[in-house]
């Protein structure tokens, strides 16, 4: 399984970004957009679901739309009105498991893309 993000970079607060990965084409369960600020814990920011909808952290609903439109396109996240606690390294991950609750829970994952938002 390969991962690759893409599309981050070094924003103002307010503005907007749009993070992709590329991923090999397997039936995936879950796919999903993680995030790691310095010093913390690797924390879930959105996933979708293979027969389900998208799930958000609530620190970005509102802001940020995961997105899987086909088989065949990348996992999309869309993210408006960057805010500086938005800076980390983003991942991106899938897993098979039939539960996708905890992070613990995604077995393959890409090497991240940083987003940095200040003034």
């Known amino acids: 399984v390969r991962l690759v993000e893409s599309g981050g970079g070094s924003v103002r607060p307010g503005d907007s970004l749009r993070l992709s990965c590329e991923a090999s084409?397997?039936?995936?369960?879950?796919m999903g957009w993680f995030r790691q600020r310095s010093g913390d814990r690797r924390e879930k920011v959105a996933i979708?679901?293979?027969?389900?909808?998208?799930s958000y952290d609530a620190t970005v609903e509102g802001r940020f739309t995961i997105s899987h439109d086909s088989a065949d396109a990348p996992l999309n996240l869309q993210m408006r009105d960057l805010r500086p606690e938005d800076t980390a390294v983003y991942y991106c991950?899938?897993?098979?498991?039939?539960?996708?609750?905890?992070?613990?829970?995604?077995?393959?994952w890409g090497k991240g893309t940083q987003v940095t938002v200040s003034s």
């Open positions: 991950a899938v897993t098979f498991s039939s539960d996708c609750t905890y992070t613990s829970h995604f077995t393959y």
């Open positions: 084409k397997y039936p995936y369960t879950c």
């Open positions: 979708i679901e293979e027969d389900g909808g998208p």
